[in-house]
C-alpha cells in the first residue's frame, strides 16, 4: 500500500534559519512521483515541486532545495534562511505514474506546520 | 480568472440545509476532484473526474453528490450534513494521463455544520 509519512508536527524556527521538513513514503510501485504542496492560511494548497522516481538529482529552487533519496524512501525539503512569508503547513504527497486515461491519485503526508518567527 | 477558484470561500449550514459548491478551473484541465480536509487528518479524496466521467468515489456517504457538467466546473451538492462534515473542502484539477500530472488547487470553501 501507499503512504506517506510526515513524521514533524510543528515546526518552529527563528527567521534567517534553515530548516528541513522530512517525508518518508512507502510505494510497492517501481514508477511513481513524489511532490511537496504548500498550504500557506488562506488555505490554498500551492504546488512547489514534482520530482519522478527515475530522476534522483537533487533540485534547488532560490532558497528552496530538495533531497531525494530513494534508498531511504525519503523526499526531504529544506528552506534555507527562513522567512515569516514561509509559514505555513507544507504536504509531502506521492502519485503512481499515470497511464492512458488513468487518474493521478494523491496519497498525502499529514503535513507539517512551519512557524518562521520574526 | 486564473487557475482553480471555488465558491463560496465560507458557509454555515443547518443539518436540513441544502447547499452547493462550487469549482472552476481556468487551466485545460481535463480531470477535476473533490477532498476533504479534517482538522490533524490527512486530505481524503472523495471523488474524481475525468472527461467528466466519474472514475472515483472512495466510500463517501450519499449526503455527498458531485456533478461535473463539463470539464471546468465541478459541484458538490451538499444535504443533511452532520455536523462532522465541518471541514475545509478543495477543488483541484489537473491534466490526466500525461507526464505533467500535477494537481492545481483552489482555496477551499470553509464548511460549518450546525
Known amino acids: 500500500a501507499q503512504k506517506v509519512t510526515q513524521a514533524q508536527t510543528e515546526i518552529s524556527v527563528v527567521e534567517k534559519e534553515d530548516v528541513t521538513l522530512d517525508c518518508v513514503y512507502e510505494t510497492r510501485d517501481t514508477t511513481y512521483y513524489l511532490f511537496w504542496y504548500k498550504q500557506p492560511p488562506s488555505g490554498e494548497l500551492v504546488f512547489l515541486i514534482r520530482?519522478?522516481?527515475?530522476?534522483?538529482q537533487n533540485e534547488i529552487s532560490g532558497r528552496y532545495s530538495w533531497n531525494f533519496q530513494k534508498s531511504t524512501s525519503s523526499f526531504n525539503f529544506t528552506i534555507t534562511a527562513s522567512q515569516v512569508v514561509d509559514s505555513a503547513v507544507y504536504f509531502c504527497a506521492l502519485s503512481e505514474a499515470p497511464e492512458v486515461r488513468a487518474t493521478n491519485k494523491l496519497i498525502f503526508g499529514t503535513g507539517t506546520l512551519l512557524a518562521v518567527q520574526p | 480568472e486564473t487557475g482553480v477558484t471555488q465558491t463560496p470561500r465560507h458557509l454555515v449550514m443547518g443539518m436540513t440545509n441544502k447547499k452547493s459548491l462550487k469549482c472552476e478551473q481556468h487551466l485545460g484541465h481535463n480531470a477535476m476532484y473533490w477532498y476533504k480536509q479534517s482538522a490533524k487528518k490527512p486530505l481524503e479524496l472523495m471523488f474524481v473526474y475525468s472527461l467528466e466521467e466519474r472514475v472515483e468515489n472512495n466510500s463517501v456517504p450519499s449526503r455527498f453528490s458531485p456533478e461535473c457538467p463539463n470539464s471546468s466546473h465541478l459541484f458538490l451538492h451538499l444535504h443533511t450534513l452532520q455536523p462532522e462534515d465541518s471541514a475545509l473542502y478543495l477543488c483541484a484539477s489537473s491534466q490526466d494521463g500525461t507526464r505533467d500530472n500535477e494537481q492545481f488547487f483552489g482555496p477551499g470553501t470553509r464548511l460549518t455544520v450546525l
Open positions: 520530482r519522478n522516481s527515475f530522476d534522483e
